[in-house]
C-alpha cells in the first residue's frame, strides 16, 4: 500500500526559515511526480509545484516560484518544501501527493502539515 | 492561469442525484482527457474520486460518475447520501502554466 507520511505541525515567526518533508513508501514506481498543495484557511486547493524523482524536474506555478522550494532526496523516499523567510500569508496546511510519471491523477495524499506564521 | 470554474454550493435530499460542474478553456479541459475529482472532507485530505474524465479508482462508489463536453467537465453523484457532504475539487492538466495542472474553485455539496 502507498502511503505519504507529512512531517508535523510547525508554529514559526515572520522570517524564520522552514523545511518541512513528505516520505513516500510502498510504491514500486521508478519514476514518479511528488505535488504540493496549499489550502489556505477556508480556501481552495492550489497548485504549488510537482517534482519527477526519476530526474528532478521541477515545475513551479508562477505563484510560488521563488518563493518556495521543491526538493527531494531518492535515497530516503522523502520530498520537502522549503521557506527562506516566511510571512504570516505562507499560513495555510500543506498536502503533498503523488502521481505515476506518464499518468495524469495524483493519488493518494499525504495527512497534510499545517504551517502557521505569527508574530 | 485562472482557476476552473465550479459552483460555489450544490445541493440534495438523500436519494436523489446532483451534477457539479466544472468550466475550463481548450487548454485544459477541453484539450485533454486528464479531469480529475477530489472529494475532501472537513480537516481531511483530498481523496481521488474519478480520473481521466471517467474513470473511477477501486474502491469508489459506484454512485460516482464523471464525463466531459467540450470545455466543461462534469461530476454526479447519485443515490445522494449524508457521507457524501464535503468540498469537491476537479483538477485538469493544462498547457496554460506550470506547473501542468490547474484545480477548480471548489463545490461545497451539502446534504439536506
Known amino acids: 500500500e502507498v502511503q505519504l507520511v507529512q512531517s508535523g505541525a510547525e508554529v514559526k515567526k515572520p522570517g524564520e526559515p522552514l523545511k518541512i518533508s513528505c516520505k513516500v513508501s510502498?510504491?514500486?514506481?521508478?519514476?514518479?511526480?511528488i505535488g504540493w498543495v496549499r489550502q489556505m484557511p477556508g480556501k481552495g486547493l492550489e497548485w504549488m509545484g510537482i517534482m519527477n524523482l526519476g530526474d528532478s524536474n521541477t515545475r513551479y506555478s508562477p505563484s510560488f516560484k521563488g518563493q518556495v522550494t521543491i526538493s527531494a532526496d531518492k535515497s530516503i523516499s522523502t520530498a520537502f518544501l522549503q521557506w527562506t523567510n516566511l510571512k504570516a500569508s505562507d499560513t495555510a496546511m500543506y498536502y503533498c501527493s503523488v502521481a505515476v510519471d506518464g499518468l495524469y491523477w495524483f493519488d493518494p495524499w499525504g495527512q497534510g502539515t499545517l504551517v502557521t506564521v505569527s508574530s | 492561469q485562472s482557476a476552473l470554474t465550479q459552483p460555489a454550493s450544490v445541493s440534495g435530499s438523500p436519494g436523489q442525484s446532483i451534477t457539479i460542474s466544472c468550466t475550463g478553456t481548450s487548454s485544459d479541459v477541453g484539450g485533454y482527457n486528464y479531469v480529475s475529482w477530489y472529494q475532501q472532507h472537513p480537516g481531511k485530505a483530498p481523496k481521488l474520486m474519478i480520473y481521466?474524465?471517467?474513470s473511477r479508482p477501486s474502491g469508489v462508489s459506484n454512485r460516482f460518475s464523471g464525463s466531459k463536453s467540450g470545455n466543461t467537465a462534469s461530476l454526479t453523484v447519485s443515490g445522494l447520501q449524508a457521507e457524501d457532504e464535503a468540498d469537491y475539487y476537479c483538477s485538469s492538466y493544462t498547457i496554460s502554466t506550470t506547473p501542468d495542472y490547474v484545480f477548480g474553485t471548489g463545490t461545497k455539496v451539502t446534504v439536506l
Open positions: 481521466d474524465v471517467s
Open positions: 510502498g510504491y514500486s514506481f521508478t519514476s514518479y511526480w
